[in-house]
């Protein structure tokens, strides 16, 4: 009923909303976060709201708390790649291309004390279903599998597996 009335609307304003959702990466995303920067009402920040869950933007309803926004390119798609690399340290990274998984790598496993040559040497770009079958291997016990396939879909951390004598 709402959706109907609003739907020329919501469509005008999508692509402004995708623009801005990258800057909720780390805090999440309300309704009422959509209300003030659209200065817009509930209902109307609610229905882009659902819309943003069904297009897979943010994660389902959880009460109160904020939605977890996942990584996307600038036309509003999830475009991660996953890269890993052995030597110095193990670590299974995503990113959008080679040279961001290097930097990654560096500043979040490695620290700056490692040439980037001889990282990306070590780095090498692997499929969604590698990276997942990894993660699953790191993280599952018995029977777990759908929680962490869930998991691992609606993570939004770049460096997801690292050398656990790192922790």
Same mark, same amino acid.
């Given at each position: 009923? $709402?959706?109907?009335k609003?739907k ?10 995708l ?12 309704? *009422? ?10 209902? $109307?920040?609610?229905?882009?709201? +659902? ?21 996307? %390119?600038r036309?509003g798609?999830?475009?991660?790649? $996953? $890269? =890993? ?14 040279? +961001?998984? !290097? ?20 780095? #090498? =770009? !692997?499929?969604?279903?590698y990276?997942?079958? #990894?993660?699953?291997? *790191?993280?599952? #016990?018995?029977?777990e %599998? #759908?929680? %962490? ?9 770049? !460096? ?8």
């Amino acid at each position: 009923m $709402f959706e109907e009335k609003y739907k020329t609307e919501i469509d005008a304003l999508y692509p402004q909303v995708l623009a801005f959702l990258p800057k909720y990466k780390e805090s999440g995303l309300l309704t *009422t976060d959509l209300q003030r920067k659209l200065r817009r009402g509930y209902i $109307f920040c609610a229905l882009i709201m +659902e819309r943003l869950e069904r297009d897979g933007f943010v994660s389902g309803y959880n009460g109160a708390t904020a939605r977890k926004v996942y990584l996307m %390119n600038r036309k509003g798609v999830i475009q991660m790649k $996953f $890269f =890993e690399v052995n030597d110095p340290y193990y670590a299974l990274i995503a990113a959008e291309n080679m040279a +961001e998984a !290097v930097q990654l790598y560096i500043s979040e496993v490695a620290g700056s004390i490692e040439e980037s040559s001889e990282i990306e040497e070590e780095t #090498k =770009e !692997v499929s969604r279903e590698y990276a997942l079958m #990894k993660y699953i291997r *790191t993280t599952c #016990k018995d029977g777990e %599998n #759908k929680d %962490n396939i869930l998991e691992f879909a609606s993570d939004t951390r770049r !460096v997801i597996l690292m050398d656990g004598g790192l922790v």
